[in-house]
């Protein structure tokens, strides 16, 4: 079993964020925030897919899977992987 935390730490650690983006919330938009993009987008789903041992659809693969990491999240819960909402990341 994994936090929210611990993905969205996961996630902007393999994103290599800046400092200042560190601070997401697990709300807010990967891809309003450039952080995510059509390119690394597959990138990322190649990683998770190793990371969790898990094999995403063609139908996984839409922008709004993996819009916020609270969204990625889901999709990992969808796939049997155990996410647990913490209470340190809920802004």
């Known amino acids: 079993m994994i ?4 993905l969205k730490q996961e996630i902007i650690t393999f994103l290599d ?3 200042d983006e560190m601070n997401i919330s697990i709300h ?4 309003e925030s450039g952080l995510l993009d059509s390119m690394n987008i597959l990138e990322l789903v190649a990683h998770l897919q190793k990371a969790y ?14 819009e916020t990491i609270e969204t990625i999240g889901k999709l990992l819960a969808n796939k049997n992987v155990s996410i647990e909402h913490d209470n340190t990341d809920n802004s």
């Open 3 to 6: 936090t929210i935390s611990q």
């Open 28 to 31: 807010e938009s990967l891809l």
């Open 53 to 66: 041992e898990v094999e995403f659809t063609t139908e996984d693969l839409t922008h709004k899977n993996f």
């Open 17 to 19: 964020v800046t400092p």
